[in-house]
């Protein structure tokens, strides 16, 4: 019995760099069933592929150095499947072939991530660089610091405008208030 009712809510990164972010690191499935979940982990089959070609591993510890299985958590409650997985080869030793992860199962259709290239690890810039990823921000930041003081410049001089206003209405209502015309000479 096959199950093709089900979404995946969350796919692995097209993009992962293997020696970043350290053990949290990972890439994830989250496939949400619309059905009742009958399987168990063992019905599940985890496959890695580089390119078109499934890679195989004469032992454990070879496999282990190529892909290894952080969480698999079946929820029955809600009918998710969650997997979580790191891949600890490049891309780069596989002739730059990217990898895919099918998982499959006799209870459901095969799921294929879509083609991921790992990288060990982001490119830094030169710090010599004049326009590094935070000087720009800074930049930005200075930037909008300056707008927001020409607004706030801008509104108090407005402001005053209006006590001025107010402060003219205010003398000529007290001015007409007064009880005799005796007293407006004063004022």
């Known amino acids: 019995m096959s199950i093709s009712n089900f979404i995946i809510t969350e796919y692995p990164k097209?993009?992962?760099?293997k020696d970043s972010g350290g053990k949290n690191s990972h890439l994830s499935f989250t496939i949400k069933f619309l059905k009742k979940i009958i399987f168990k982990k063992e019905?599940?089959?985890?496959?890695?592929?580089?390119g078109n070609k499934l890679l195989e591993f004469k032992n454990d510890k070879e496999k282990l150095q190529s892909f290894q299985?952080?969480?698999f958590n079946i929820n029955y409650k809600d009918f998710i499947l969650?997997?979580?997985?790191r891949i600890?080869?490049?891309?780069?030793?596989?002739?730059h072939q990217k990898f895919i992860i099918k998982i499959s199962s006799k209870y459901f259709n095969t799921i294929e991530s879509l083609p991921i290239n790992?990288?060990?690890?982001?490119?830094r810039k030169r710090c010599d660089d004049i326009y590094t990823d935070s000087n720009i921000l800074?930049?930005?930041?200075?930037?909008?610091?300056?707008?927001?003081?020409?607004?706030?410049?801008?509104?108090?001089?407005?402001?005053?405008?209006?006590?001025?206003?107010i402060n003219s209405i205010n003398d000529y209502i007290f001015i007409d208030s007064l009880p005799s015309d005796d007293?407006?000479?004063y004022f």
Do not use: A, W
């Open 88 to 95: 600890n080869k490049v891309s780069r030793r596989l002739d």
């Open 183 to 185: 007293f407006k000479d």
């Open 118 to 123: 790992v990288l060990s690890k982001k490119k």
């Open 43 to 50: 019905d599940v089959k985890i496959n890695i592929y580089s």
């Open 69 to 71: 299985l952080i969480k």
């Open 14 to 17: 097209e993009e992962f760099y």
């Open 82 to 85: 969650h997997i979580k997985f």
């Open 138 to 165: 800074i930049i930005n930041l200075e930037k909008k610091i300056k707008k927001l003081e020409n607004i706030c410049k801008s509104s108090m001089e407005k402001i005053k405008k209006l006590e001025k206003s």
